[in-house]
C-alpha cells in the first residue's frame, strides 16, 4: 500500500506553527515512504477562507518547501458529496434526523454505545474510551451545511488517505471519525496524534509567548530552514543528538516510531542558535546576497572595504539578518554609534584618553599593519603600562567599532585598516577629553 497523506488546514489568514508542524511531519512521512503529500484546504467557513488567506497559506508552505504532489482539493467545493454520504447514512439507520429547535432538522449520526472504542495511535499508542462515554453527534446542520467531522472523513475518503497524521487536539474527533470510515464501509486510515506544544510553563503555545505565527518567523528574520528544523524537532528526535539536519538527513531518518508523546516545549533560545547555525552553514554566495542587501539598505557604502574579509568575519556571528547593519556599521562609516554601555564601561575611566593616544602612535608608527604586529603592538603596551591585555584590548575595541562584541579584535583592526584605525583612536580620545560622553551631553 503506498502512502498518501494530507495537510488540511483551515485557512485564517495567519499559519500557527502547530499548524505547519503538521505539514512538515506530513511532508517528511510522505517523502521518506516515497508516497504523496496532499494538500486539503478545509475552506468551509467562507468568512475566514478567504483568497488573501489562502494565498497566505499557500506562501507559507511555498517558503518552507513544502511542495504537494497533486492539485490541492477545496473542501467547499466537495459539499455535495458530504451530503449524499449524509443521506445514504440516513437511508441505511445509521444517522437519523432530529429537530434541534429553531424549526430546521439537523442529521445526528448514531454512535455504538456498548463496549469500548479504540484505536493504535502511531505516536501516542493504544487509546480507548468507553462506548458510554461517547455521544451521538451532528453531521449535517440545520441550515444544511456539513459539520467538520463528516467533511473531514469523506474527504480523506475520496483522497485516499492512508495515514492521518495531526495535532493531538484532534484525538477525541478520532473516535467520531473511525465509526464514519466504518459506517461509509471505507478502510479506517493509521492515526498519529502529534504531541501539544507548549510554553515554559507547560501551558499551551500561544500569541501571548511570542511570535505563533509562520509569517511572524520569516518578519523576524529566520530563515525558512530554520523553522522547518526547529518545529521537527517539536515532537520528533533522530535517536541520537544531533539538532541541525539537512532535509535530506530529515527525510531518510524521519518515522512515525521516533514522534515523541509528550509535550513539545518551545524553547526561544534554541531557535535562535538554530537561526545562527543555519546562516552560519550558507555558501558564503548566498550569505553575501542578504548580506549586501542589508547594508545597501542601511544606507551604507560598501565602496572600499574589503568586503569578503568582512564577511567572513560576520557570517560566523550573524543569529539575524536583521542585525547586520547594527553590528558592522563601523567597517563602512566613521559615523557609526557608540553603545552608551560600553562606553560607559570601557572608555570613560582614568587614563583611557592618553593610552588610546599612545596605542595610535605606535600604530601610525607601524610599516606592516596586520594581524601580528596590530597584536606585539598592544602586548608591548601594556608591559610599559604594567598593565593588563584586557586594560588595552577593550577601549580600543569600543573606539574603532563603537561595540564591546564583535570580530576578534586584530581581524577587526586590520580589516577596517591603520589609517582608519589610528584616526578612531584620536578622535575618541579628543571626545574624552571633551566629555563628549558625559552625563546629559549627547
Ligand atoms: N482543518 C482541521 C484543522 O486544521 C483538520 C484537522 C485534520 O484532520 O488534519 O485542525
Redesign the pocket.
Known amino acids: 500500500m503506498s502512502v498518501r497523506v494530507?495537510?488540511?488546514?483551515?485557512p485564517t489568514g495567519n499559519v500557527h506553527i502547530g499548524?505547519i508542524r503538521?505539514a512538515i511531519f506530513n511532508w517528511l512521512f510522505a517523502r521518506h515512504s516515497q508516497g504523496k503529500f496532499l494538500l486539503r484546504v478545509?475552506d468551509t467557513d467562507l468568512e475566514r477562507s478567504t483568497p488573501q488567506a489562502v494565498r497566505t497559506l499557500l506562501d507559507c508552505m511555498n517558503w518552507l518547501g513544502l511542495d504537494y504532489d497533486e492539485e490541492p482539493v477545496y473542501q467547499s467545493r466537495n459539499r455535495e458529496r458530504h451530503l449524499a454520504i449524509a443521506e445514504d447514512l440516513l437511508r441505511r439507520g445509521l444517522a437519523y434526523r432530529e429537530n434541534k429547535g429553531g424549526g430546521g432538522e439537523c442529521v445526528i449520526f448514531r454512535m455504538p454505545h456498548e463496549g469500548v472504542l479504540g484505536f493504535e495511535d502511531q505516536v501516542k499508542g493504544q487509546i480507548s474510551k468507553k462506548a458510554v462515554d461517547t455521544q451521538d453527534f451532528v453531521i449535517v446542520r440545520s441550515d444544511g451545511s456539513p459539520v467538520?467531522h463528516l467533511a473531514?472523513v469523506v474527504d480523506?475518503i475520496d483522497m485516499g488517505i492512508t495515514h492521518?497524521?495531526?495535532?493531538d487536539?484532534?484525538v477525541e474527533?478520532t473516535f467520531k471519525h473511525i465509526e464514519l470510515f466504518k459506517a461509509v464501509g471505507a478502510p479506517v486510515p493509521h492515526f498519529a496524534h502529534l504531541p501539544m506544544i507548549v510554553n515554559h510553563h507547560g501551558k499551551p503555545y500561544s500569541k501571548r509567548d511570542g511570535a505563533a505565527f509562520v509569517g511572524e518567523f520569516k518578519e523576524q528574520g529566520y530563515l525558512p530552514e530554520t523553522l522547518f528544523n526547529f518545529l521537527l524537532l517539536l515532537g520528533w528526535a533522530p535517536g541520537d543528538d544531533r539538532e541541525v539536519l539537512t532535509r535530506a538527513e530529515m527525510i531518510e531518518l524521519f518515522s512515525l516510531e521516533r514522534c515523541k508523546s509528550s509535550a513539545a516545549r518551545f524553547d526561544i533560545k534554541k531557535l535562535v542558535w538554530m537561526n545562527g547555525e543555519y546562516i552560519r552553514q550558507q555558501p558564503r554566495e548566498i550569505y553575501a546576497d542578504s548580506f549586501k542587501a542589508r547594508i545597501t539598505g542601511a544606507g551604507l557604502s560598501m565602496e572600499g572595504v574589503d568586503l569578503d574579509g568582512i564577511m567572513e568575519q560576520m557570517q560566523v556571528r550573524t543569529k539575524f539578518f536583521s542585525d547586520i547593519p547594527d553590528n558592522c556599521a563601523y567597517f563602512f562609516t566613521e559615523d557609526y554609534p557608540y553603545d552608551a554601555k560600553a562606553v560607559k564601561k570601557r572608555l570613560m575611566k582614568e587614563g583611557v584618553a592618553e593610552l588610546l593616544e599612545q596605542i595610535a602612535a605606535a600604530y601610525e608608527a607601524l610599516e606592516n599593519f596586520d594581524l601580528e604586529t596590530t597584536h606585539a603592538t598592544l602586548t608591548r603596551l601594556a608591559e610599559a603600562n604594567e598593565a593588563g591585555m584586557g586594560a588595552l584590548v577593550h577601549p580600543v575595541r569600543v573606539a574603532v567599532s563603537g561595540l564591546s562584541e564583535g570580530p576578534g579584535l586584530f581581524e577587526m583592526l586590520v580589516l577596517i585598516g591603520q589609517e582608519r584605525v589610528c584616526r578612531r583612536l584620536r578622535l575618541t580620545a579628543q571626545r574624552l577629553r571633551d566629555n563628549d560622553w558625559a552625563e546629559g551631553s549627547q
Open positions: 494530507r495537510f488540511a488546514p483551515s499548524n503538521a478545509e467538520f473531514n480523506d492521518v497524521i495531526r495535532g487536539d484532534h474527533n
